[in-house]
């Protein structure tokens, strides 16, 4: 059946949220119809140099017009065309036809119900027009109002006890002052008045907050201020002399132990000095250290620490640390979703500070990893794992190590010598490294890898997604496990993008017959979701909390 060429006047679908433009008068000529007696599609010439194909009279049948039509599309056109053959009425729909160049374009399609004398609808009636700026212009609006609901307003980010910059972003301040024209940094160290308060987390938040407000009260606007540790906080004086910034230290440390108990550390830089943030940091706790020793408000350092002497003082530190048992560990029990059962537990290294009780790691690891003066904190780390999997028969492990003892090769033969000694059987342990770790010697960590697996032991990848080596990392290590950065899990039931983005990150390990943890788990529904994506472990405070593992603890957990 031919149908002439379309004379009515276009009749547009409901307003799209941008304006749409005049379109040519020879829009009206693309048009097609299909009548179901002889599953026949016959389409216009204009359609058909829309299209870049000249129809063909053999292959006009519906299989072939669906060859144009986006697939992602497919769904919608059949709706549209159902929808107007059994309403009877005129249906509108907007989709994307292909080209046979491979490109496509969007378009308006007005599918009329075509009628029978005896009322019955025999055909539908397609007139198209290309929509395509209209359409790439809202798909952009779109993407960028995306853009600013996804992407972090400020990478100034705030820690939650002081509103205070975290110590990450601090260190980078810090960088950029020693790009300037120099300046001081001050590191502070309080505590409660009265000891019997410093245990106690929420005493403890209370006094930093208090002392956040006392330092924006008496430090000026131009110089900044962070929590750099559990207890610490801390001022930088960019573009301050050396003698002003002596004089609002000390007048702050006054100010400062008039209320709560405080040590102080000072030190001062010049542009492009050779100590970095994190080495200024160092020797600013080191400085308030001596103030303590030395019961005095206040140490200053004229220059920084020669980097031989902050090493080998850092290195004292950790030697005398573990010496006097100030690490502990910490366990987190994993759930597996397959069996609804804790399979494994995670061993969490704690600093025991000297007032305020078991701290994270992560200032004291920091260091020492820059330092290089890690590799003992995570061997005594592997030791204890080791006594804790020979003590308790077929508990499975997974032990953090830092990314400069995977690639020591003083690691491997460590490990050996303890799976020896300890007679564990290599199964119950996993290793974990973190993904965002600085690597010092791939090919040693390779060596590493590859000789762990084969003794029996796994090899899990931390904070997966959070850096910039995931995906080569998959392909660099033998890596049986990942955990998902809790960052993409935690508010994962109200973030579309969190959800597109784990069911992605889930869908690659499947591919490379890896299996997955997701952590921060807080809630039911989290987890429902979780399962539906095809994760298969979880740990977060739902299944527990972090808890002190004396012997024979994790059985019972």
Known sequence: MTVPEERERWTPAPPAALPEPRQPIDDRAAWFTYTAAGDQIVWSAALSAMIGRPPAEKEMTRQILSRYVHRDDHAKALGSITDAWTSRNTVYTTVRLMRTDGGWFDVDCRLEPMMSPDGTVRGIRGTVRDVSSRERARRESARLTRRGETVQASLVEPDPATGLLIRARFADEIDRALRGSGGALLVARVQSLDPAEGARPEHTADLLHRVARLLEEHVRPEHLLGRVGPNEVAVLYAETSWRDAREEARALMAALREQTMAWGGLVRFERDAEAGSHGLLIDAEQAWRQSREQDRPLTRLANPVPVRDRQGSYRSRVADALGTDRFTLYSQPILELQTNKVTRHELLLRVLDEADGPQS???????????????????????????????????????????????????????????????????????????????????????????????????????????????????????????????????????????????????????YGIHTVAEFVQDEATLRMLRELGVDYVQGYLIGRPSPVPPGRLRSA
């Open 361 to 511: 790691p992560i200032q004291v690891l920091d260091a020492a990893e820059r330092l290089d003066a890690v590799f003992d904190i995570d061997l005594w780390v592997v030791e204890r794992a080791m006594r804790l999997a020979a003590e308790e028969p077929g508990l499975c492990l997974q032990v953090n190590l830092s990314g400069r003892s995977v690639g020591d090769p003083r690691l491997t033969t460590e490990v050996e010598k303890l799976l020896d000694r300890y007679g564990v059987d290599p199964a119950q342990l996993t290793f974990e490294i973190t993904e965002t770790a600085l690597i010092g010697n791939l090919s040693e960590a390779r060596r590493f890898a590859d000789r762990v697996r084969d003794l029996g032991c796994g090899l899990a990848l931390d904070d997966f997604g959070s850096g910039y080596a995931s995906f080569r990392y998959l392909r660099l290590f033998p890596i049986d496990l990942v955990k998902i950065d809790g960052e993409y899990v935690v508010d994962l039931v109200d973030s579309p993008q969190d959800q597109v983005l784990v069911r992605a990150l889930v869908q690659v390990c499947q591919a």
